[in-house]
């Protein structure tokens, strides 16, 4: 009972704000005490009110109160401290609507530390203590602090629910096994407990293996934001690099024309004013003359008249003016007319290259992670229609059957010239450019073949790694022979199994950065699948080797 004493004297000498006991203690009109300080942060917030209240009954005051300390209650604070006495408990102690209080505090409750679905009831720390030092009461199962223990009392029995029915899904009491729910499916509450935590378990597994497989969904969306940030810088950089290229060629045309322009404008100048100087100096010369003759029209010896007139009278042949062709504008004239034509043949060049541009750079395929083909008909629905390019094949390959199949001839084939035909290596590329999903498959006969995958600026010229599939950065290639598969890229061979075929799938996703090799017979295996970045769009390639009569042939699968 002292101690209850104790703990009212707090709560007596405790500010209803701060919840503390009170500083620098103050009594409003109405008796109620406060803290100095909390009291006025009260009433600045009502000033816009100009009707001051009391935080605990709401009495109001008009106009504020003059606050003034309480020398009494300030004493009386200051003698509890010295005897030990401390606060009431801070706010958070407290229970709020949100919180599970305890069942055993007057007045204003805790919090409760923990429930007792025994005792049916929930107690702060305080009034725990029973639990872990009466010797009954230690028996009892504590729980986290709830609000719903009353729904463990059967509403018709008033009994705890100890007991679960199967049949109707619903939790019972002893009684109710007996009764109502007699002859039903029912088992303790704890059994079905452990057969629901073992289902648990299950469902946990199948969301974390769920929430693994969305993170790594995540993780490849992240790599291809990357891709498709690093794909677009290059590709800003490459064509500024271009038109850079592009306008400095056409400021050097537009230098050399105007070059050539003013050149030309200097000779025709000086051509004019030389032509100028000669006809002011006949102008000057015939000025004299006339000057002379008109003189000479006014002498009176007629002597001097007759002897005089035949030297003066007589002129040397004179330039006709009517000659002068005056013409400066024509050859600005053609100037112009080249300039315009070849600015009409560039607009017609980019009109055309243009619409191939914009159409590159929309083709956007769907970013989110799309479900891999299972079976073949799946892949199928990728199947494209690729042809093997006649200006990429090797001199010793006869294209056949719609360029779709290759043969290794015994002697060279009579191909014209061409800048991107393999000159060394008995190997050729498709025609189409392979962007989005493509799947196609490739049947050979003979002793071996490589089907393979290449970006267009993998070098023609020569018989280097630089030139061979899978033997650079440029290509991936499958090497196919009677006994064995190998991967190679950059130089890298990695020997793979699977079912020896005559045909071979390969499936492409671009934009996933996704290549997949198929053996083909009755059934379809994956033999190797590779994860990268494309940073291009790839064709379709094949490698053949001596002897001759060896083929390959991409195969129409629609």
């Excluded at 009831?121 to 719903?148: G, N, T």
């Excluded at 541009?357 to 199928?380: C, G, M, N």
């Amino acid at each position: 009972m002292a101690q209850k004493g104790v703990q009212l004297d707090q709560e007596t000498f405790c500010c209803s704000i701060c919840l503390d006991l009170l500083k620098d203690p103050v009594t409003v009109p109405c008796g109620h005490s406060y803290c100095m300080n909390c009291i006025k942060a009260h009433w600045d917030k009502e000033d816009e009110k100009t009707v001051y209240s009391c935080p605990q009954c709401r009495q109001t005051f008009t106009p504020r109160p003059v606050l003034l300390k309480s020398t009494m209650l300030a004493d009386l604070v200051e003698e509890m401290k010295k005897t030990g006495l401390q606060a009431a408990p801070a706010d958070h102690c407290y229970a709020g609507p949100e919180d599970v209080a305890c069942d055993v505090c007057t007045g204003r409750k805790l919090k409760a530390h923990h429930s007792c679905p025994v005792c049916l009831a929930s107690y702060c720390e305080k009034h725990l203590q029973p639990h872990f030092d009466a010797a009954p009461l230690k028996k009892h199962k504590l729980v986290e602090p709830s609000k719903k223990l009353q729904e463990n009392i059967c509403s018709h029995h008033d009994e705890v629910m100890k007991m679960f029915c199967r049949t109707d899904q619903r939790s019972i009491c002893y009684l109710c096994s007996v009764d109502e729910h007699r002859g039903h499916d029912t088992v303790s509450a704890a059994a079905e407990r452990t057969e629901r935590q073992r289902e648990l378990g299950v469902s946990r597994q199948n969301i974390q293996q769920r929430i693994h497989d969305r993170e790594k969904d995540v993780k490849l969306l992240h790599q291809q934001v990357e891709a498709i940030n690093r794909s677009a810088d290059k590709a800003v950089e490459v064509s500024e690099k271009i038109f850079t290229q592009l306008i400095r060629l056409m400021e050097k045309r537009r230098s050399n024309v105007e070059r050539q322009v003013r050149f030309q404008q200097v000779a025709e100048l000086s051509r004019v004013r030389e032509l100028q100087e000669k006809l002011e100096q006949q102008i000057t010369a015939l000025k004299s003359r006339d000057a002379d003759l008109e003189e000479l029209s006014h002498t009176e010896d007629h002597n001097l008249f007759l002897h005089s007139y035949p030297s003066l009278s007589h002129l040397s042949e004179s330039t006709d003016s009517t000659s002068i062709n005056i013409r400066p504008h024509r050859y600005c004239l053609a100037v112009t007319a080249a300039v315009s034509e070849a600015r009409d043949k560039l607009q017609e060049v980019l009109r055309e290259k243009w619409t191939n541009i914009s159409q590159t750079v929309t083709e956007v395929d769907v970013l989110l992670p799309q479900p891999e083909p299972k079976t073949r008909a799946d892949f199928l629905q990728y199947s494209c229609d690729i042809t093997l390019d006649p200006n990429t094949v090797n001199t010793w390959l006869l294209l056949s059957d719609g360029n779709r199949k290759a043969t290794v001839m015994s002697q060279q084939q009579s191909y014209s010239r061409h800048p991107d035909r393999f000159t060394d290596l008995f190997q050729v590329l498709s025609r189409e450019s392979l962007t989005g999903h493509c799947y196609w498959e490739v049947e050979r006969r003979g002793r071996g073949v490589c089907v393979a995958v290449a970006y267009k600026n993998i070098r023609r010229a020569g018989d280097g790694n630089e030139c061979v599939f899978g033997y650079n950065d440029k290509s991936w290639a499958l090497d196919c022979d009677n006994s064995s598969y190998n991967v190679r890229y950059n130089n890298v061979h990695t020997p793979v199994s699977g079912p020896r075929s005559p045909r071979v799938g390969v499936y492409l996703d671009h934009i996933a950065g996704i290549l997949s090799f198929f053996s083909i017979s009755e059934t379809m295996t994956l033999l190797h699948r590779v994860q990268t970045t494309f940073t291009q769009p790839l064709c379709a390639g094949l490698t053949f080797y001596w002897p001759p009569g060896d083929t390959a042939e991409l195969c129409q699968v629609k």
